[in-house]
């Protein structure tokens, strides 16, 4: 069974950077798509960005600019860079990643880590 484990969060002041990672865990697998989502107090969980096995890229509008999303194929691991961050980015941030076993992809989600931003 395959594992996604966040880590990475923490309290931080707005304007200031985390760097968040997911590692991948396991055997007998290979990923596809990874993403990154967030969920507020209250709010419904939302994508932040996501990132392709060749590296194609996509974000949230709310984070272009000041997120970055990457990857390391052959530790198994996404990261997302977080600068300049806002008390709106305060949330749980979620990995999630398409896991290939017998060319059947199957859906993982991490447990998350809090990112909060003071004011």
């Known amino acids: 069974q395959v594992q996604l484990v966040e880590s990475g969060g923490g309290l931080v002041q707005a304007g200031g950077s985390l760097r968040l990672s997911c590692a991948a865990s396991?055997?007998?697998?290979?990923?596809?798509?990874m993403g990154w989502y967030r969920q507020a107090p209250g709010k419904q969980r939302e994508l932040v960005a996501t990132?392709?096995?060749?590296?194609?890229?996509v974000y949230a509008d709310s984070v272009k600019g000041r997120f970055t999303i990457s990857r390391d194929n052959a530790k198994i691991t996404v990261y997302l860079q977080l600068n300049s961050l806002k008390p709106e980015d305060t949330a749980v941030y979620y990995c999630n990643a398409y896991v290939v076993v017998k060319t059947i992809s199957y859906l993982y989600w991490g447990q998350g880590t809090q990112v909060t931003v003071s004011s």
């Open positions: 990132i392709t096995s060749g590296g194609s890229t």
């Open positions: 396991g055997s007998g697998f290979s990923i596809n798509t």
